[in-house]
């Protein structure tokens, strides 16, 4: 009872000086209830307490740690959220198995769309002098099958094509500039001097990145024609303790014994002053994979200026300062005064690729066209994995494919759902987009309005000035 005792004694107290890690990962954060004696006698309050009591228990972190440990040490088993343990001890998150194994592909019609759009964005820009590059980054499980557990390989219901091989045949056909790194990291996986992945992480490794760097770094010359910096390592460090994002997902197990690496390579470079002067303007939109790219001081010393448009919403190295979104600037303007585009997605993310800047750029570049609210929900859709899951499990549930589920809900939207550029579309619009949603909020106590009043204010705005 003691034991047990000291949880409590230590919440209400503090007597005991602790100082415990906070885990690792994402976690909401749940306010103290207040009391009310209606909620009190629904059962509410009792619930929220409870739920508020766990999460602010001191001893939180080391108790699941503790039970994390056991799960995995027992029964190799991992508790973190859509982290999947494979053969061989290797780490997956399952995005990329559904990806790899075609549970998520978005069917045939929806990748020709889209990849006409990026054709046209092409061409057109090229005329303005701007040129476009898809990268295809390579992916955990399409890298390593091998290790993928059996019950999540492919099974009768599975479609045959996946997204990555039907895009890579899409961007030849349409002779779209792009570089497959997941191609190229397959050929050269028996071949590879040291891991291209982390046993523990689901980005590529350090050394791996560097070999992919490279690649683009000589794709993106040749299409500019302008002087970009050679990227040399200076030497090679060997380690087995996994640094950085080579050990993402065992950060994310939150373990109490750090896991054990084979050896991993980080090369380091000497920087050359006489190399210097970049003269390439460079805007990527893409993924977390980018990051690997921009470490300091690479992009100063690669590139004349850089951005990156992370889920192309937040805008780096900015973001790093201040809390800065492309919705902010004026994106034509921003895109136009490039040198190259660098579209760049990795295959956990195939399927919402390139989180509607394609659509951004063609409605702009194409006056003439008008947004078809089909295409509107379905990007709506892809793009935000909330709604995606809830698609893919009506689809498994109604044993029918995620193609024909997507179209489904796309049309239920388009006939039922507010008009695209109404009023009552953007109120919808603003109540669901969490980063625009907090952005409003900030408003409205910077202007001391209601929240409801500023949301109205907004739609209206957009109504007045946006179009579709």
Request: net charge negative; with cysteine; proline share 5%.
């Given at each position: ?62 108790l ?122 397959i ?23 560097y ?18 910096p ?110 190259i ?40 859709i ?18 029918i ?31 669901t ?32 000035n946006?179009?579709?």
């Open positions: 009872m003691s034991v047990l005792l000291i949880p409590v004694f230590q919440q209400y107290t503090g007597f005991i000086p602790v100082k415990i890690s906070p885990l690792n990962g994402f976690t909401d954060s749940i306010p103290k209830p207040l009391f009310n004696i209606d909620r009190w006698f629904a059962g509410q309050y009792q619930d929220s307490l409870t739920d508020w009591l766990n999460q602010s228990q001191v001893f939180r972190p080391s699941v740690r503790l039970n994390n440990q056991m799960q995995y040490s027992l029964y190799n088993k991992t508790n973190a959220a859509g982290v999947v343990l494979g053969k061989n001890r290797q780490c997956f998150q399952s995005d990329y198995i559904y990806n790899y194994t075609g549970e998520f592909f978005i069917g045939r019609e929806l990748i020709d769309m889209r990849m006409q759009r990026i054709k046209f964005l092409q061409d057109t820009l090229q005329k303005r002098g701007v040129q476009l590059l898809v990268v295809m980054a390579p992916g955990k499980a399409g890298y390593m099958p091998e290790n993928i557990p059996d019950s999540m390989m492919y099974t009768e219901k599975t479609c045959p094509e996946n997204n990555h091989d039907y895009m890579v045949k899409k961007l030849n056909e349409l002779n779209i500039n792009h570089i497959d790194l997941h191609t190229y990291f050929e050269m996986k028996d071949t590879a001097s040291w891991p291209l992945f982390p046993t523990y992480g689901v980005h590529w490794s350090d050394y791996g990145s070999l992919a760097l490279d690649t683009f770094l000589t794709a993106a010359r040749n299409l500019t024609h302008k002087h970009i050679e990227l040399k390592p200076s030497h090679i460090e060997l380690s087995n303790i996994p640094r950085g994002q080579d050990y993402d997902i065992g950060e994310l197990m939150n373990l109490i014994f750090r896991l054990p690496e084979k050896e991993l390579a980080y090369p380091k470079f000497a920087f050359d002053d006489t190399a210097k002067n970049p003269e390439v303007d460079i805007l990527f939109v893409g993924d977390s994979y980018v990051f690997h790219w921009l470490k300091n001081p690479i992009p100063e010393y690669l590139y004349k200026h850089y951005n990156f448009w992370y889920y192309n919403v937040m805008v780096y190295p900015q973001f790093y300062i201040k809390n800065l979104y492309n919705f902010n600037l004026d994106i034509p303007a921003e895109v136009l005064k490039r040198d585009i660098v579209l760049e997605c990795t295959e956990h993310f195939l399927h919402a690729f390139f989180w509607n800047f394609e659509e951004i750029m063609y409605k702009y570049l194409n006056p003439a066209y008008h947004s078809e609210p089909l295409v509107y929900h379905l990007t709506d892809t793009k935000d994995r909330e709604q995606f899951l809830a698609v893919y499990a009506y689809a498994r549930a109604n044993n494919s995620l193609k024909d589920a997507l179209w489904q809900e796309a049309a239920d939207r388009a006939e039922n759902d507010a008009p695209l550029g109404s009023f009552e579309f953007y109120i919808n619009a603003i109540k987009n969490k980063e625009w949603l907090q952005k409003v909020q900030q408003q409205a106590i910077e202007q001391g309005v209601e929240l409801e009043e500023m949301i109205r204010r907004n739609a209206q705005w957009m109504v007045d946006d179009e579709y």
